[in-house]
């Protein structure tokens, strides 16, 4: 069965958020980013699981080892369903970070970020100093995040195919980035339509503004999953 798209939340304030989510008679997965985390804290998980939906906490966790072994521990106590470290920070960090988040949460998914979709080819190059191409990044860091016992990797729908090609069908991507054919792409550089993300092999796509921003957000969730679903 096809996941769920999962809508990002990317509300500043507690109460946009559930009045966004009042407007919706079916359970969905949403996506908590660091915006509406950091000014709600915990209590937003509370809401937003009492209203059936699934969560994937999206706060990218990158620190020494201990901090995010620590910082792991405390969110697998939230019964979210997703989290997320960025695999920059290491394998040593994420194979500790997954162990206690899992000590607290046995069901919930752990994925690693690899390249933001914010980034292409020329400024990783300009700015990471990395010697690897962009695919090769994503691909080394999805393997790192493999070794040390996560779920999964976030990466452009671009990188999917690759990723369980090299590394394991059953490795899961996450995939940002997403937009209509009539969508402004803002700061995203590396996109794909719903359609497009199925046919690249993403296991799950998660999708913004073309949902919180549209003026019917029920009607353009339905045409997005829709599409992701190839109905």
């Not at 607290?104 to 690693?112: F, M, T, V, Y």
């Amino acid at each position: 069965m096809t996941a769920k798209p999962i809508i990002a939340l990317d509300f500043s304030t507690y109460e946009a958020a559930k009045e966004f989510l009042a407007g919706f008679d079916e359970t969905l997965y949403v996506k908590v980013g660091m915006e509406l985390y950091m000014q709600s804290g915990p209590a937003i998980i509370d809401v937003i699981k009492a209203y059936g939906h699934d969560v994937f906490l999206d706060l990218k966790l990158h620190d020494i080892p201990t901090t995010v072994e620590r910082t792991m521990s405390v969110l697998g106590k939230l019964n979210v369903d997703m989290v997320n470290v960025h695999a920059a920070g290491g394998f040593d960090m994420m194979q500790r970070g997954a162990a206690a988040f899992r000590k607290e949460n046995q069901n919930g998914k752990i994925i690693a970020v690899t390249q933001l979709t914010s980034t292409d080819e020329k400024t990783m190059q300009r700015e990471q100093q990395t010697s690897l191409s962009l695919t090769d990044s994503v691909l080394h860091y999805a393997s790192l995040a493999y070794k040390a016992g996560l779920d999964g990797v976030v990466s452009s729908p671009l990188e999917s195919r690759m990723i369980h090609n090299e590394i394991s069908a059953d490795f899961l991507t996450v995939t940002p980035g997403i937009r209509l054919q009539n969508n402004k792409t803002n700061d995203q550089v590396r996109v794909v339509t719903p359609e497009k993300a199925r046919l690249l092999g993403s296991d799950y796509i998660v999708v913004g503004r073309p949902i919180t921003q549209h003026e019917n957000p029920p009607a353009a969730y339905a045409e997005i999953k829709r599409l992701w679903e190839g109905e």
